[in-house]
């Protein structure tokens, strides 16, 4: 249980970072998506089946605190960390070595498609900048070095164990 | 279908979609609203706290990077100090043309608002400057369409959602956004539009009509709670629609929408 509120208060805290205080910090220019970025590497680690309404509650979280239509980022997450973790038998097993640079690309990866879903599910072709995309996928793969760090220091939290790389 | 799809990580996978695609469709606002507002809620504090740490290690790195170049920045500072006290004497004859101006073209100065002062506690965190979250909702009177300035009367955007202590403005770069708008030296008019990544559209202006760069442009008051006379910004570029109807410019905002900190939105005209 008092795992579970911890997660919570994570999530919620990274949703008010990535609403508040990365865009304060950096004028409004780069926001990375902490949220997603924690989710891609918590999916990475993690069965699908294990976090799923994890998931579901981060997107949910920041469809509100976006003020945007409910559903679409509980969408977006639900698919990105639904093919991160179909990836994580086929590349992290045996590769403990590399697997910061497999979740950088797959957090590369997420950000594309993260950006392409909300931009389409929005219906917001017109805001399209590959410019911004360029930055966001950079702020994303440099928050991601924090938030890596961070899981796997409480890996405990996030029920994340040695064991679970293992294909059974 | 292959059988090893049939999974409950694919099925789970199915439902969500299925869900959340309808509730896009559909999107229910106003179901959602309560747990909205509990959300907003718990996180005001949060969220006000976090931006003004935000801000403040914002600046405080800019001092950082800027050590550098004070030296040289004072220097130059006195230089122009000499060259603005040279020019002061001449901007006084200008103030008062320019307040004669002022009455001329019916701009409405400040104290005929009613304000209220807001904080912005969250911004679009696509980086693309198309909202803000501000302090203020529905217990501090404010209501949708109600016009957002900053300082010296600048529109910013307008409010498109309220809720019990915070709202959402939307700004005049949101592709969503639209206004009327006036030239301030010709009066023509013309629909102000958000363009993202080219600033601000301002279209529907009639070959007839006159429009040059650098003019400033304001609210018609036409439309809406939007007032006459809040200045939005000034033309940098004309053309003509590719259907040559009408002349199109591209508007430069007066103030950079990503560095507000401290807006106000009109609640009435007095």
């Known amino acids: 249980m008092a795992s579970k509120i911890r997660i919570l208060i994570i999530i919620f805290l990274a949703s008010i970072l990535e609403i508040s205080f990365f865009p304060a910090l950096f004028a409004g220019q780069i926001a990375p998506d902490v949220i997603l970025v924690f989710i891609i590497l918590w999916s990475s680690r993690k069965k699908f089946e294990e976090i799923w309404l994890w998931i579901i509650l981060s997107g949910f979280i920041l469809d509100l605190a976006i003020f945007g239509k409910i559903g679409i980022n509980i969408f977006s997450l639900v698919l990105?960390?639904?093919?991160?973790?179909?990836?994580?038998?086929?590349?992290?097993?045996?590769?403990?070595?590399?697997?910061?640079?497999?979740?950088?690309?797959?957090?590369?990866?997420?950000?594309?498609?993260?950006?392409?879903?909300?931009?389409?599910?929005n219906d917001a072709w017109t805001d399209i900048s590959w410019q911004l995309l360029v930055m966001k996928i950079v702020s994303n793969s440099i928050i991601s070095i924090i938030v890596y760090g961070l899981i796997f220091k409480f890996k405990g939290i996030f029920g994340i164990s040695e064991s679970k790389l293992a294909i059974k | 279908m292959p059988k090893n799809l049939l999974t409950s990580k694919f099925i789970k996978l199915i439902l969500v979609s299925t869900i959340c695609l309808t509730l896009i469709l559909v999107n229910p606002k106003n179901f959602f609203n309560p747990v909205r507002e509990l959300f907003l809620f718990t996180a005001y504090p949060f969220q006000k706290t976090f931006y003004i740490a935000g801000q403040m290690m914002n600046n405080f790195s800019s001092?950082?990077?800027?050590?550098?170049?004070?030296?040289?920045?004072?220097e130059k500072l006195i230089r122009e100090n000499n060259e603005l006290l040279a020019k002061l004497a001449n901007l006084e004859?200008?103030?008062?043309?320019?307040?004669?101006?002022?009455?001329?073209?019916?701009?409405?100065?400040?104290?005929?608002?009613?304000?209220?002062?807001?904080?912005?506690?969250?911004?679009?965190?696509?980086?693309?400057?198309?909202?803000?979250?501000?302090?203020?909702?529905?217990?501090?009177?404010?209501?949708?369409?109600?016009?957002?300035?900053?300082?010296?009367?600048?529109?910013v955007g307008k409010v498109s959602e309220v809720y019990e202590k915070s709202s959402k403005v939307l700004l005049l770069s949101d592709s969503a956004s639209s206004i009327n708008v006036s030239d301030i030296g010709t009066s023509a008019r013309g629909i102000l539009t958000g363009e993202y990544g080219l600033g601000l559209i301002l279209g529907m202006v009639e070959q007839t009509?006159?429009?040059?760069?650098?003019?400033?442009?304001?609210?018609?008051?036409?439309?809406?709670?939007?007032?006459?006379?809040?200045?939005?910004?000034?033309?940098e570029q004309i053309s003509n629609t590719s259907d040559k109807l009408f002349q199109q410019a591209v508007v430069r905002p007066k103030i950079k929408y990503s560095d507000l900190n401290v807006v106000f939105v009109i609640k009435k005209i007095k």
């Open chain 1, 80 to 121: 990105i960390a639904y093919t991160a973790s179909s990836l994580r038998k086929r590349f992290f097993i045996n590769q403990r070595e590399g697997s910061f640079f497999i979740a950088l690309a797959l957090i590369i990866g997420g950000t594309i498609m993260h950006w392409i879903l909300v931009i389409f599910l």
């Open chain 2, 63 to 74: 001092v950082i990077f800027s050590i550098g170049d004070y030296k040289k920045e004072n």
């Open chain 2, 93 to 155: 004859d200008q103030k008062r043309e320019n307040d004669e101006l002022r009455r001329q073209l019916e701009l409405l100065p400040r104290d005929k608002y009613e304000l209220e002062s807001s904080l912005i506690i969250g911004q679009d965190q696509r980086g693309s400057g198309s909202w803000v979250i501000i302090d203020k909702g529905e217990s501090d009177g404010l209501k949708e369409g109600m016009p957002v300035i900053v300082y010296d009367g600048i529109l």
């Open chain 2, 209 to 235: 009509d006159m429009i040059k760069v650098g003019d400033d442009i304001i609210t018609s008051g036409l439309g809406g709670l939007m007032p006459r006379g809040l200045l939005v910004g000034n033309i």
